[in-house]
């Protein structure tokens, strides 16, 4: 666990700075650091990089330098190869490692199921992100999974960038996102339906119990019409009770009451359909001294 320690701090403190020279002779020099730490580290190169441009150089450097760092943490103990290939119009890059070594730093080697060298499903990963993103912006492009039974990471680097870069390859275009962030954005996607749903839902359910008590409400102040013909100006009260509804309309024409001291008026609807035309219409029925002044038809 010591020796792990000292290679990832190595390569760490090569990320913390700008590569120190150019082309090969940085990664060598990377190389040769990862392998005094103890890491089981070598390096093949072909091809000549003296026109190797800079910002070819440093997308090979970050390659080597992610990969050298996912094979320390997840593949302790395995056996990496870094392989340079260098030609006139490009560079290519793989590093690959083999599975870890029985009991390696104290475990066991890592089951099948999961590629030696990769980042475990949930965990990690990001620098993979970043690391396809330089490549492309230089023009390359990125490959990285499980091979023979280890993991490779694998870059090609044109030496003159396109007009335009690549697109992402669209069978690989989410691998690189951890299983964990998709599974979050799942469940915020389902948080914002049910906070979306359950507002709409219980309004709806409010306006329908509204929407049926007005309606039981308006068909208890209904006055059948020809209840209503029958009244007779002049009646008591007490006999015109029998008739009237249980309650009275509470929608009622503006000016429909009458400002005449000592008379009382009440109203009741026509009808509780609201599709009918007579919706919104009443019956005015006052009364002075308990008897039936005057009976109006309201229909504004």
Not at 7 to 29: F, K, M, T, Y
Not at 94 to 101: D, F, S
Not at 116 to 130: N, Q, Y
Not at 210 to 223: D, F, H, I, K, N
Request: charged share 25%; hydrophobic share 35%; with cysteine.
């Amino acid at each position: 666990m010591e020796r792990l320690g000292e290679v990832i701090g190595v390569l760490r403190e090569e990320s913390e700075s700008p590569p120190r020279g150019p082309g090969d002779a940085d990664i060598a020099r990377l190389v040769g650091d990862a392998a005094a730490s103890g890491l089981p580290v070598g390096l093949s190169v072909d091809g000549d990089a003296s026109g190797l441009p800079s910002a070819v150089g440093r997308a090979a450097h970050r390659v080597v330098q992610e990969a050298l760092t996912n094979a320390a943490k997840h593949a302790p103990g395995a056996s990496v190869r870094v392989e340079l290939s260098h030609t006139a119009g490009e560079t290519r890059v793989a590093v690959h490692n083999g599975a870890p070594a029985a009991g390696a730093a104290g475990r066991p080697a890592q089951p099948a199921a999961q590629p030696s060298g990769a980042p475990p499903p949930g965990r990690g990963g990001r620098g993979l992100i970043g690391l396809d993103e330089r490549v492309r912006h230089v023009g390359g492009s990125l490959d990285h999974g499980p091979r023979d039974g280890g993991f490779t990471v694998a870059a090609r680097l044109p030496h003159r960038a396109p007009a335009q870069l690549p697109p992402r390859p669209a069978d690989n275009r989410e691998s690189p996102v951890p299983p964990g962030y998709r599974r979050a954005r799942r469940r915020v996607r389902r948080t914002l339906l049910t906070a979306l749903t359950v507002p709409l839902a219980a309004g709806a359910m409010l306006l329908a119990a509204v929407g049926t008590w007005e309606t039981v409400a308006a068909s208890r102040s209904v006055l059948d019409p020809g209840d209503y013909a029958r009244l007779r100006v002049g009646q008591d009260r007490s006999e015109i009770q029998k008739v009237l509804p249980d309650r009275q309309s509470v929608e009622r024409p503006a000016g429909a009451v009458p400002e005449e001291r000592g008379v009382t008026c009440e109203f009741y609807a026509m009808t509780a359909d609201r599709f009918d035309d007579r919706s919104g219409d009443a019956y005015r029925l006052c009364f002075r001294d308990g008897r039936l002044v005057s009976r109006d038809a309201l229909t504004p």
